[in-house]
């Protein structure tokens, strides 16, 4: 029986080194998140730590970032899944570079809510302690924490506690549910190894549902894994969702094969990807403009990844502008459309802007400029609809699976469905093969090419039934009426002249009489008066309409005479249970030439199963 979910929400800290980010956490929750020896050591947190705060009906998960300028990367990968910021200022020093790009970072990911807390109101007066509110008020007008709370506490007397646990409730009352129509994923943040269970990664559940047993794939390596069991929010169950901070027990996985930025999904669902185009928003106070080709560095979910940023419609995008871009990635990205990211420069290392993800594995122009512009301006401002059928319409000639269609689209796989459904009905898109979709204009190309191309080979080849589909695949990609694995046009019929008509009975009749000791083609063409081999047109005829039949290389029997011979060969079968090389020489009066190709045919027909050098009668 699976749990009843109780209401969760994700908090993350941020904020200058040393402003008591991880010393408030400990006074809320219990919990010291500083678990390395070395941050025990320096007194600073370099990695992610969590900590639960329990309230009635109510869990908060608090993922406590490093606030050293050197270790933002970490602090990245724990603010991707949060609903709300904490942001925490020491009152003794008031804002401080790292408090200015650590909330320049949730502004990016569009984190739409949080508080501020003044840590240290032990150590100042009240009159600094109104001096500093204001100055924070200041740093914060124009950004989602405007009009926030700011709460003033001290971790060491207990000041304020039971004031900012009051906020934290309010605040996460009024987050809106995560949506349940999405395709689950977990960025991965931590992997470790549990004595006596194996790998266990954690991170938070970002979208979907993931259940114990369950079958799943971390990419980008498409590692597969079975779900060993699950924890969310510290406790064992068995199923996590949409938002939890969730720990997977992996079976099947080493820890070696697992890294921070990896992402756990449903197999197939998710696209990773080395190109990948999206907005691009230069902060106001970035340091330079951003020039076309620049290297930077790119984070989104738990992942850092080097990339080059291509502007597609200018070579230069100042402070405070914002563009269409193009990313070309050092590795492989594993994100949807929709998720936001941020981006930091090579050198020297700082937050200089971020944006939104419109295309995971975009068309490739074959010059980027008006047309890659216009593609990405209906990703951005369209209408559901008319983004899904712009991916399909990119998809081409060949179509798209629904599978993965399901992770280029920014909406879940039910959603997909309604949509495709209303795209169908006007004519939009086309399905085909059970799960896949093509658009009406690739179909209508698609149609027009393949009638060129069988029209051109029935003129060139009016004796042949049809092109092999490996031919037209290769050519136009489709076809017009497929008989077995033959294309042609449906009004295609092969029409013989009374010679060649004369020639094709004698050939067949030479093969009829010959029973199990046919000629081979050229000797079977030279009665006929004319020479070749089996390719020869006329002969083709008969093999492609059944009559006669391969049985190995350049052996080819009458089908009736292959049936009498079958016949045959089971009464013996029956009554003798097993048959030899000699003894089929002898029930059909042949040589050795054509005793073994029978046996081997009959083997492969599943009339007879071999047991060594003897035949017997295969059961069923």
């Known amino acids: 029986m699976t749990e009843a979910a109780p209401t969760h929400v994700v908090v993350g800290t941020a904020g200058h080194i040393d402003h008591g980010k991880t010393s408030l956490v400990k006074a809320l929750t219990g919990t010291d998140t500083d678990r390395l020896p070395e941050e025990k050591a320096r007194g600073i947190t370099i990695d992610l730590g969590f900590a639960f705060l329990e309230e009635p009906g109510l869990t908060i998960e608090i993922v406590d970032v490093p606030g050293h300028e050197r270790f933002v990367k970490n602090m990245l990968a724990g603010v991707g899944g949060i609903d709300l910021a904490m942001l925490v200022i020491a009152a003794d020093e008031g804002v401080m570079p790292q408090t200015r790009e650590h909330l320049a970072i949730c502004s990016l990911l569009r984190i739409k809510a949080g508080l501020i807390a003044l840590t240290k109101a032990d150590l100042v007066e009240p009159d600094w302690l109104e001096l500093v509110r204001e100055d924070v008020s200041g740093a914060v007008r124009g950004t989602f924490l405007e009009g926030a709370p700011i709460l003033a506490v001290s971790a060491k007397t207990g000041q304020g506690l039971d004031e900012l646990r009051a906020a934290l409730r309010t605040l996460a009352a009024a987050v809106p549910p995560r949506g349940t129509d999405e395709l689950p994923r977990l960025p991965i943040d931590r992997v470790f190894t549990v004595k006596g269970f194996g790998t266990v990664v954690t991170g938070t559940l970002t979208a979907g549902t993931l259940t114990a047993d369950e079958r799943v794939e971390v990419y980008p390596n498409r590692a597969e894994a079975k779900i060993r069991g699950l924890q969310a929010h510290g406790r064992p169950v068995t199923a996590a969702r949409a938002g939890q901070r969730t720990a997977i027990n992996l079976q099947g996985l080493e820890r070696t094969a697992l890294t921070r930025g990896d992402v756990v999904g449903l197999p197939g669902t998710l696209v990773p990807s080395t190109l990948v185009d999206g907005t691009l928003e230069l902060l106001p106070d970035a340091p330079r403009p951003v020039r076309t080709r620049t290297r930077v560095r790119f984070h989104v979910g738990t992942s850092e990844i080097m990339a080059r940023a291509l502007l597609l419609d200018r070579t230069e995008l100042a402070p405070g502008e914002t563009a269409f871009a193009r990313f070309r990635l050092e590795a492989p990205l594993v994100a949807r459309p929709g998720d936001r990211f941020v981006v930091r420069s090579y050198s020297p290392i700082v937050t200089i802007g971020g944006g939104t993800l419109l295309d995971v594995d975009p068309p490739r122009f074959k010059r980027r400029g008006p047309a890659l512009v216009d593609h990405l301006s209906l990703l951005k401002t369209g209408s559901p609809e008319a983004v899904l059928e712009e991916h399909v319409r990119h998809a081409g000639a060949g179509g798209v699976r629904l599978t993965t269609l399901a992770g280029r689209v920014p909406f ?59 031919e037209l695949r290769g050519r136009a990609g489709s076809a017009d009426k497929i008989d077995r694995d033959k294309a042609r046009l449906a009004s295609h019929e092969v029409r013989l002249s009374a010679e060649q008509q004369r020639i094709v009975d004698l050939l067949e009749s030479v093969f009829d009489r010959a029973e199990a000791t046919p000629p081979n083609p050229e000797e079977a063409l030279g009665r006929a008066g004319i020479t070749g081999d089996e390719e020869h047109e006329l002969f083709q005829l008969l093999v492609q309409s059944g009559k006669l039949v391969r049985v190995k290389d350049t052996l080819f029997f009458h089908a009736k005479a292959l049936d009498a011979i079958q016949g045959k060969l089971v009464a013996f079968l029956r009554e003798r249970k097993e048959i030899g090389p000699s003894d089929i020489k002898d029930l059909l009066g042949i040589s050795r030439k054509y005793a073994i190709p029978l046996l081997e045919f009959f083997d492969q027909r599943r009339v007879t199963a071999r047991v060594g050098e003897r035949r017997i009668l295969r059961a069923g």
């Open 412 to 470: 879940g796989p039910e959603r997909l469905r309604g949509l495709l459904e209303g795209l169908k009905t006007n004519g939009r898109v086309i399905a085909f093969d059970r799960d896949s979709v093509i658009h009406a204009d690739s179909f209508a190309r698609l149609r027009g090419l393949v009638l060129d191309e069988l029209t051109a080979f029935h003129r060139a080849n009016p004796l042949k039934p049809g092109m092999s589909r490996e």
